[in-house]
């Protein structure tokens, strides 16, 4: 009897700690997670509170839609038209060039590829992502840039062409890794069920494999999206860094780089430093949009 209580007596402290421990846990997680959402609250008020200023000052119209930007002018100008139409353009040419080829390099490394031979890809994917942006900037200024040049007969290479280029590659790792996870993913019966009904191996990656691995690949998207347009270094040193409007072989600065290349010898408190702001706003909301956007759609075809 006396050792039977003790029995219990201990199985009950076991779990009570058990039980204890996983609390803790539980509430470490939480914190962790207030402390993400809290940091994008901060930016967000940040941004909102250093950028409307200037948008009042200058008027939401003539900063959104104006064609000029002439911030240290004797009548300077703020339209940051150019800016937005150039990151439009340069974000979606390279996810017209990217999104494709990662998309197939991650089906064939997932699906088809021998161990050898995605160990070696993967790999160069690892290194590729590992590369620092300003080395990818110098690459293209340095063979890209010159190779437009001599090939399209242009004064100058250095243009939205050869943007698009280098944010192309630049987003091939993230949309192959996370890409490759989401379809490694995939529960092997439902490749296995799709053979069995007479379907070929092609056949039933397409169209069994990236429809149950859809978030998965959509997420990757985002990723790409989200790194083509918060590049700055790399752009800056193949576009140009010109304030005109997007033209495919004509120099151009996009929104991140117009920040970065002014925000240093702008004044504190200055109209123009708070239009930089406003101009980072711009950027952050647009991001906004299209991970809502995204998020919206991917919900809407699960529900259906």
């Known amino acids: 009897m006396h050792r039977r209580f003790i029995k219990d007596l201990l199985e009950w402290i076991r779990n009570k700690n058990s039980k204890t421990y996983e609390n803790i846990i539980h509430g470490l997680f939480l914190i962790l997670g207030l402390i993400t959402v809290g940091c994008v609250v901060l930016i967000t008020v940040y941004l909102i509170v250093s950028g409307i200023p200037a948008i009042r000052e200058i008027g939401l119209i003539k900063f959104l839609f104006g064609k000029e930007w002439a911030s240290t002018a004797a009548e300077p100008k703020y339209g940051i038209l150019p800016f937005i139409l150039t990151s439009v353009y340069g974000t979606a040419g390279a996810i017209l060039i990217g999104v494709p080829i990662g998309f197939f390099t991650a089906v064939y490394l997932s699906k088809v590829a021998h161990k050898r031979v995605r160990a070696v890809i993967e790999a160069a994917v690892n290194l590729l992502a590992g590369i620092p942006s300003v080395v990818y900037g110098l690459v293209g200024m340095l063979v890209l ?160």
């Open 145 to 304: 840039v010159p190779a437009i040049r001599e090939i399209f007969k242009v004064p100058d290479g250095a243009s939205l062409l050869a943007a698009i280029i280098v944010l192309a590659v630049m987003i091939l790792p993230n949309i192959i890794k996370v890409s490759i996870t989401a379809l490694d993913a995939v529960p092997k019966e439902y490749e296995d069920a799709s053979l069995a009904l007479g379907a070929t191996p092609t056949e039933t990656f397409f169209k069994v494999s990236v429809p149950a691995a859809k978030s998965g690949i959509a997420a990757a998207v985002v990723l790409g999206v989200g790194r083509a347009i918060g590049e700055a270094m790399a752009v800056m040193m193949v576009a140009g860094n010109v304030a005109n409007m997007p033209s495919l072989f004509e120099s151009v600065r996009f929104l991140t780089t117009a920040v970065a290349s002014e925000m240093a010898y702008s004044s504190p408190g200055s109209l123009q430093r708070n239009a930089l702001f406003s101009i980072a706003l711009v950027l952050f909301l647009f991001i906004m949009l299209i991970n809502v956007t995204l998020n919206f759609f991917l919900k809407r075809d699960k529900e259906k």
